[in-house]
């Protein structure tokens, strides 16, 4: 059964044009992530939230939103997308900040195409 | 900075093969470190986590070790098979939010 579920699998948006990735949970779990991972590169964390607190990255593009509206819910919106923006966004969540001991679960992605 | 790095960024082996992957970190005071395995086009799926108490892990044909002191970790695939062919990634994690530390992953090729 999945439990961390990205929607769509595949999104293509035009060049400035914004567009919206959700991902929900049935975990019932406090933080969720994004990542970003571009064509054979390592994942990289864009931000988070812990329940309703959020938790920008420093070098993550003032292009890049986010919103949780609820505890199963989070959106990523990208203002006005660039080519540069084209990659898989992986969505994760982890139950709480834990000592080591509670991994991190991932969806099954978006890959954002921009034409 | 937290850094990781994977070695060989690809590797391919015949069927049955025994096999070594390696992670290295930069900085020791992880929390744990954890193996993932992506197939192509699909998200992370965790294979292994080890806390940084302990030294090694271990799932069916799979087994992962760490070593904080040298910033290294190994994933171990015994007798592999065609199916095991995907990207293997290594993360460190870190900070007081739990912030992961990815390599760019090893990607393997089993042929048979």
């Known amino acids: 059964d999945a439990m961390v579920i990205q929607n769509p699998r595949y999104q293509v948006t035009q060049f400035g044009k914004p567009v919206t990735l959700s991902c929900s949970q049935t975990?019932?779990?406090?933080?969720m992530y994004w990542y970003q991972q571009k064509s054979s590169q390592a994942p990289k964390l864009l931000f988070h939230?812990?329940?309703?607190?959020?938790?920008n990255e420093a070098d993550t593009p003032d292009n890049f939103q986010s919103r949780r509206p609820n505890t199963s819910f989070c959106f990523l919106d990208i203002r006005s997308p660039g080519l540069g923006d084209a990659a898989m966004y992986l969505c994760?969540?982890?139950?709480?900040f834990g000592a080591g001991d509670q991994p991190q679960h991932f969806g099954d992605g978006t890959r954002l195409s921009i034409l | 900075k937290q850094e990781v790095t994977q070695i060989p960024a690809a590797l391919s082996v015949p069927e049955g093969e025994n096999l070594v992957l390696n992670c290295s970190f930069t900085d020791s005071a992880i929390y744990n470190l954890q193996w993932f395995r992506q197939d192509p086009g699909k998200g992370l799926t965790s294979l292994l986590l080890i806390q940084s108490s302990q030294r090694e892990q271990t799932s069916g044909r799979l087994n992962a070790s760490l070593d904080k002191s040298s910033g290294r970790s190994t994933l171990y695939i015994a007798a592999s098979q065609p199916g095991d062919s995907a990207t293997y990634l290594c993360a460190g994690l870190s900070g007081g939010y739990n912030k992961l530390i990815f390599g760019a992953g090893t990607r393997l090729a089993v042929h048979p």
């Open positions: 994760a969540t982890s139950r709480d």
């Open positions: 939230y812990y329940d309703k607190d959020f938790n």
């Open positions: 975990l019932n779990h406090n933080v």
